[in-house]
């Protein structure tokens, strides 16, 4: 059973940075493909980042020199590093896992974290 836990939102000032956690259980790094998707109120779900399961990370254009994503060596958890925070980055944060790469649309993806929540307050 695979289950995807984050954790590190919080509210911070612009130009603020964050690191965002996901813990994987059930499922590694290298057994397919995870993700960080955010949704703002009133907004559709978008993708910031994914890596797969060979290490390559992929910042979507609108974050890149922004965020970076990574992994760490037990390859159980997924990070999402972002700096030079703006107002418009408040949303919900949330990591998916997919057990085939196929593409960024989340229902590309078989499983969902809760998420965590980033405001970003002037």
């Known amino acids: 059973q695979v289950h995807l836990v984050e954790s590190g939102g919080d509210s911070v000032q612009p130009g603020g940075s964050l690191r965002l956690t996901c813990a994987a259980s059930?499922?590694?790094?290298?057994?397919?493909?995870m993700a960080w998707f955010r949704q703002a109120p009133g907004k559709e779900r978008e993708v910031v980042a994914s890596?797969?399961?060979?290490?390559?990370?992929t910042i979507a254009n609108d974050f890149k020199r922004r965020f970076f994503i990574s992994q760490d060596n037990s390859e159980k958890a997924l990070y999402l590093h972002m700096t030079h925070l703006k107002p418009d980055d408040t949303a919900m944060y949330s990591c998916?896992?997919?057990?085939?790469?196929?593409?960024?649309?989340?229902?590309?993806?078989?499983?969902w974290g809760q998420g965590t929540q980033v405001t970003v307050y002037s």
């Open positions: 059930g499922f590694t790094t290298t057994t397919g493909c």
């Open positions: 998916a896992a997919a057990r085939f790469c196929r593409n960024w649309l989340p229902v590309s993806y078989d499983y």
């Open positions: 890596l797969d399961y060979d290490g390559t990370g």
